[in-house]
């Protein structure tokens, strides 16, 4: 699906993907817990963590859930591969290094953190006493969480995202009638930008569930691509229209997600990241007009490369200008012929009547 992922921890996504449920890692931890035995997991058997054991045994045989769980009643820690198809030792007494921080208090936990955060390495903990699975991976912990309380969690979510969805569509379309009236304002325009971002954070959470979920996700993963759609592709085209030369959408839709959410949710803020300087003591005057280039609008000509859409926007030099050009004014640039001409204006004859039944609606 087209969700944006930013600063969001890959390290940490990639890691529940190897524990969710349906896998075999997580089906071993599952006994493990099961049988109230503790375990010390780290899903790498590379140098860097071998450097780190002391003792223990070789196993170097093939992974299975029974025979992680039998290997759990010992005290040490496991070492399995990266891709968790095979047990490289057990019993294995870890040796980090003292020095990298750590906020966990037992002795498992605080190793499990250690190892992770030094190593770059996942690293499960589960305790025998309170039946608790922690995850250690991109520099965070997780703790992993009953399937039916995550899916409650995911459907309100998602619930919380259609509410978004429709908040930025009625930004939209304000936007895009002030676009065609040639009275968009940078308020419209920031407007659209936060809801969109507030979009993307809600949706990437549900994608972040989804992958702890595994097998259990089916019915969510359709759900979410159905609401969230091309909502990555609408915003950047947003955000290109206001654009001046040399800076990109994509680069800075990224600053935008270094807001914190109070941040995104104040105006000023986020109007600030959008023009780029990130001093919302510099925005001025909320209302200011702005004039888009047409790209957004450009882009719903279904035959028209996205070049050529540039190309159209560049020669125009704005949306007012292009909503007045003559087919025989399109034609006049160079890769655009008659039939393409025409259905340029037929678009923009079509968004414009929607637009104003919109309006009126």
């Given amino acids: 699906m087209p969700i944006r992922y930013r600063p969001a921890n890959d390290g940490m996504r990639d890691a529940l993907g190897l524990v969710a449920p349906g896998t075999p890692l997580r089906a071993g931890l599952d006994r493990v817990v099961r049988a109230k035995a503790g375990a010390l997991l780290v899903i790498d058997d590379g140098p860097e963590v071998l450097a780190i054991c002391s003792g223990g045994f070789l196993v170097d045989a093939p992974y299975s859930p029974q025979r992680l769980s039998e290997l759990a009643k010992m005290d040490g820690a496991i070492i ?44 499960v903990s589960a305790s025998e006493e309170m039946g608790v699975i922690n995850l250690y991976a991109g520099g965070s912990k997780h703790m992993l969480q009953d399937i039916s309380r995550l899916l409650d969690r995911a459907n309100q979510a998602l619930q919380t995202l259609e509410r978004y969805k429709v908040k930025l569509e009625d930004a939209l379309l304000n936007l895009t009638s002030a676009e065609l009236e040639d009275a968009a304002s940078l308020r419209d325009v920031v407007t659209v930008v936060q809801r969109g971002e507030m979009v993307n954070r809600i949706a990437e959470e549900i994608e972040t569930m989804i992958i702890e979920l595994g097998v259990e996700a089916r019915l969510l993963r359709l759900q979410l691509d159905e609401l969230y759609g091309d909502i990555d592709a609408e915003l950047e085209l947003v955000v290109a229209d206001y654009l001046p030369p040399g800076r990109s959408a994509a680069d800075t839709l990224a600053a935008m997600a270094t807001l914190s959410d109070d941040e995104v949710l104040d105006v000023k803020s986020a109007a600030a990241m959008f023009r780029g300087d990130g001093d919302r003591m510099s925005v001025g005057d909320l209302d200011q007009d702005v004039a888009p280039k047409g790209l957004r609008l450009l882009n719903r000509v279904h035959t028209l490369p996205e070049d050529s859409a540039s190309k159209i926007a560049d020669h125009f030099g704005g949306l007012a200008r292009l909503q007045r050009a003559t087919v025989g004014d399109l034609m006049a640039i160079d890769g655009v012929d008659g039939e393409l001409a025409i259905s340029i204006k037929e678009t923009l004859q079509r968004v414009t009547e929607s637009a104003i039944l919109d309006q009126y609606s």
């Fill in 80 to 123: 399995v591969s990266a891709n968790c198809d095979r047990i490289a030792r057990a019993n294995v007494h870890l040796v980090p290094d003292p020095t990298v921080p750590t906020s966990e208090t037992g002795t498992r936990h605080r190793t499990a953190e250690r190892v992770a955060r030094s190593l770059g390495v996942p690293v």
